[in-house]
């Protein structure tokens, strides 16, 4: 489509009125097959797993917040990484991955597939000198996740992009956490974007997606081949409830941002408190390339609780506000413990996250309500 902001693509992209019966919305195609006028003769889709009216507008709208030429949508953000791994990756080759990631990403990469004879290698991407020495000949795949779960430590996008194309290894950047409002690293020479739509992009915490966004026409016909073999693909219904949630991405990040920067500021003066981890502060090691790179920080935020892990413990199961849950990126906020919940995976490993780690997915209530839960908690 023409080159309209952000909010107009979010909106509009893929998204144009439904031609047979001008609905405005796109509808929700709930069909596994369609009529075929002769064999092979169709218009555009011949069984839902391979494509869906729904799901096409879906990755055309994801493809256009991105920047990218294709979009490709998945049942979960972990589906989406199966299919890149299957895809691009073969045994003998290598993945180097940052030290600070999902908890998932790292059993899939250490517990699944490194049985299959795909080694990864887990190196701080925040020290491009460590991220240069640790690339072997037989890497094929750069990981980033930008700013990283649950650390929130970020990579130099542009840098190590570079420093993979000259090696002819492609770049993946996770931007779940940043989400195409607040960080497009096509823009900055990534090769292959990933989100888990179920959180910011869906943004309303009742659906569950992946997605991989990308320009090159080669990869992309891998991709989708896998995609379609492979069959981790969502549903019309999933696909409508991320494409209704595209809609209000920007004017939801917008909030998300301010509140979370609001919250780490109170934070940093409660003596609850040891260190808070927000990109948005000044005192964040790296806020010069979080301003740099991205356009808002988003609404993560994660603190060491003074206590440790029982103070840690405490502060979680007395927020009113912050549901105790798993996940992250809905309208409402969420607090947990990383070592306990969505890191538990990583226990024991060199990824092991501080045990009084909280992490807070700040949402968009009415901040002064957020700031007094926390404070009540936190007494």
Known sequence: MPDYGFSTRAIHAGQEPDSAT???????????????????VHKGYDYARSGNPTRTALETALAALEGGRHGLAFASGLGAETTVVLALLKAGDHVLCGDDV?????????RVFEDK?????????????????????ETRLIWLETPTNPMLKLADIAAIAALGRARSVLTVVDNTFASPACQRPLEL?????????????GGHSDV?????????DSVAERLRYVQNAAGAVPGAFDSWLVLRGLKTLALRMKQHGENALAV???LQGNP???QVIYPGLPEHPQHELARRQMHGFSGMVSF????????AQKIVSRTRLFTLAESLGGVESLIELPAAMTHASVAGSPLEVPAGLVRLSVGIEDVDDLLADLDQALD
Request: glycine share 12%; net charge neutral.
């Open 272 to 274: 609850a408190v040891e």
């Open 102 to 110: 999902y908890g998932g990403t790292y059993r899939l990469f250490k």
């Open 264 to 266: 780490a500021r109170f």
């Open 208 to 216: 569950v997606g992946g997605a991989l966004i990308l320009n090159d």
């Open 117 to 137: 004879g795909i080694q990864t290698s887990f190196v701080d991407t925040r020290d491009l000198g460590k991220v240069e020495a640790a690339i072997r000949p």
């Open 304 to 311: 060491i609780a003074s206590g440790g892990e029982k103070a």
């Open 189 to 201: 020479g990534a090769d292959i974007v990933l989100h888990s739509t179920t959180k910011y992009i």
């Open 22 to 40: 001008g609905a405005v919305i796109v509808p929700i195609y709930q069909t596994s097959t369609f009529a075929q006028e002769a064999v092979g």
